[in-house]
């Protein structure tokens, strides 16, 4: 979490208009997820990858790292799509039985699997795009711009703003446990783990009367107002976001390319 | 228009749970001034500045801003905390927004101003603290003294004419510290009045022009930093210390080493400079 946005801080990608980053992740999701095509999904894999990594001058390591973070995830979800109760032996690759129930992999199973693996990988590899060059921030400016509710957007850049806080002080008092020995057998390490929640939420409580104070003194009147950067729209990127697009939908139509309807 | 910029008439204020923080107090802030609050931890310092800007509401008497009483409807208190900005000890509860920049507009956009004026009031209050290169950084990713200056910053962006420091230089390194006081120096010099309370007698002593000492929600006693700390009853009552400097003046005094009509010393240099000519004049 805190590392992902370390990165985006520094991605070279960081001052392109927010709005063309954002468009460009949430349309190629949306192409991605509704072609539903193995080759425009490794495409888009690749694009994005290749995007974040090389233009965003990001370190090649931390993207696998990162990437590889829902992978557990994905192939544990894939397994059990590619292996499924089967009745026929047709298309049956290997098959096993557990008490009376049969369970097998079958080529269209493991094509299913293989096009939803990819699929999804492809739509992480586009949100790691946008989290990965923009500082949230710029994307809550983004969803301003959208017109989403102003409390949702208020109420997300407080929260992404003490979840450091929030994380410093568990750090302190963690220490300040543990020092004391609060850690040493299990069933210490449970009541302190309790008392750290606790006093955890007294401190946020309280922390947040004090922001209030705060915020009041400078003449706080109901209505977080800061101010927007303001970007260049740049046509050449809206021009290639566009191509781009077009480029996958074409691919998948024309699906002789690659060896049939896959 | 009188000189003082900001007085207290017999304010006194009760917390809602009934501890009584402040009592009677009557204060009178001239324009331009360097000032500052000590005494112990709890003595209602803190709870003073929360008046003065209107944050908190005087249980009984009132404050008042440039000779106008202040009324605590939206139209007055908006005019008075544009005018007296706090700055908070722990940057950490005052800084809300993720983005420098954005967290230091806050303070102007709620004044409505314009998005040109805005962005150079946050351009000039971020070079003033020395913050300027890092407006495009993340909060979190800065250490406590830059906090510290982003928060100044807050406050400079709305052109106050007080600014009020909660403890600035607690928890900072000397350097740090130094840095900060030479902020208020450089704020006091463009006539902004600089208010700020402080455990550190030294800063209080060689930096002020005029010192109030709390106790127990009360005024204990206000004056010059001479008159205050040369008054040995008033620093034991209150649990304070002497200034270093001051003391070892007063010991070179007593022994005879040193005039008594000299300037009395406010800080290292002039201190040197006093047993220097002393020294001179010996030979």
């Keep these: 979490m805190i590392s992902i946005d370390k990165l985006a801080y520094t991605s070279e990608l960081k001052n392109v208009n927010p709005m063309e980053k954002f468009i460009f992740a949430m349309v190629t999701i949306i192409v991605c997820i509704s072609l539903n095509n193995i080759a425009v999904s490794i495409i888009i894999l690749l694009l994005m990858a290749s995007i974040t990594v090389f ?9 696998i790292q990162l990437m590889s973070l829902p992978l557990a995830f994905l192939i544990m979800g894939v397994i059990t799509i590619a292996v499924n109760v089967v009745s026929t032996n047709k298309g049956l690759i290997f098959s096993f039985s557990i008490f009376d129930i049969r369970l097998g992999c079958t080529w269209d199973s493991i094509s299913i699997a293989a096009r939803l693996f990819l699929k999804s990988l492809a739509s992480v590899s586009c949100l790691y795009f946008l989290t990965l060059t923009t500082p949230i921030f710029e994307v809550l400016s983004v969803l301003r711009k959208l017109k989403v509710p102003k409390l949702f957007v208020e109420l997300m850049g407080l929260i992404y703003r003490f979840i450091f806080v929030l994380l410093d002080t568990v750090n302190m008092i963690y220490i300040s446990q543990n020092s004391r020995l609060g850690y040493s057998t299990y069933r210490t390490g449970l009541s302190s783990l309790g ?3 606790t006093s955890l939420f007294l401190s946020a ?43 996958l939908i074409v691919i998948s139509f024309s699906g002789n390319i690659f060896g049939g309807n896959l | 228009m009188s000189k003082y910029i900001l007085e207290t008439k017999n304010l006194s204020y009760q917390y809602p749970d009934g501890t009584k923080a402040l009592n009677n107090i009557n204060l009178k802030i001239e324009k331009g001034k360097k000032v500052s609050f000590v005494g112990v931890n709890g003595s209602g310092k803190s709870t003073v500045f929360l008046n003065f800007n209107g944050v908190l509401k005087p249980t009984k008497g009132n404050v008042i801003y440039k000779g106008n009483e202040i009324k605590y409807n939206q139209k007055s208190l908006l005019e008075l905390r544009k005018n007296v900005g706090i700055v908070f000890q722990d940057p950490e509860n005052q800084l809300f927004s993720a983005d420098v920049y954005q967290e230091v507009s806050f303070g ?15 351009d000039e209050a971020l070079k003033n603290v020395g913050m300027y290169d890092y407006k495009d950084k993340a909060v979190h990713f800065l250490s406590y003294g830059q906090k510290k200056r982003v928060a100044i910053a807050d406050i400079l ?11 600035p230089t607690s928890s900072l390194d000397p350097q740090h510290s130094k840095q900060i006081v030479k902020i208020f120096d450089e704020l006091n010099e463009k006539g902004i009045t600089v208010i700020l309370s402080t455990h550190d007698v030294e800063l209080a002593y060689s930096w002020s022009d005029y ?16 008159e205050i700390f040369s008054d040995d009853k008033l620093i034991h009552e209150c649990y304070l210390e002497k200034p270093l400097i001051l003391e070892v003046f007063e010991n070179l005094r007593k022994s005879g080493k040193i005039n008594c009509d000299t300037k009395i010393p406010r800080n290292k240099q002039e201190l040197f400079e006093v047993i220097n000519s002393c020294d001179k004049e010996g030979l």
Excluded at chain 1, 55 to 63: D, E, R
Excluded at chain 2, 109 to 115: C, E, H, Q, S, W
Excluded at chain 2, 217 to 225: A, C, L, Y
């Design chain 2, 108 to 122: 102007a956009m709620n004044l409505k101003l314009g998005d040109t004026e805005v962005r150079r009031r946050v």
């Design chain 1, 205 to 247: 409580y309280k922390r947040s009367q004090n922001i209030y104070t705060a915020m009041e003194s400078r003449c706080y009147d109901g209505e977080i107002n800061l101010l927007e950067n303001h970007y260049k729209r740049s046509y050449k990127n809206i021009f290639l976001i566009i191509v781009v697009e077009l480029i």
């Design chain 1, 195 to 197: 008392k750290l929640v």
């Design chain 2, 211 to 226: 010192i109030i000492v709390m106790k127990d929600g009360e005024i204990f006693r206000e004056g010059t930093p001479y």
């Design chain 1, 55 to 63: 233009k965003g001058k990001l370190p090649l390591k931390n993207y």
């Design chain 2, 157 to 167: 962006v709305m052109n106050p004419e007080i600014i009020v420091f909660d403890e």
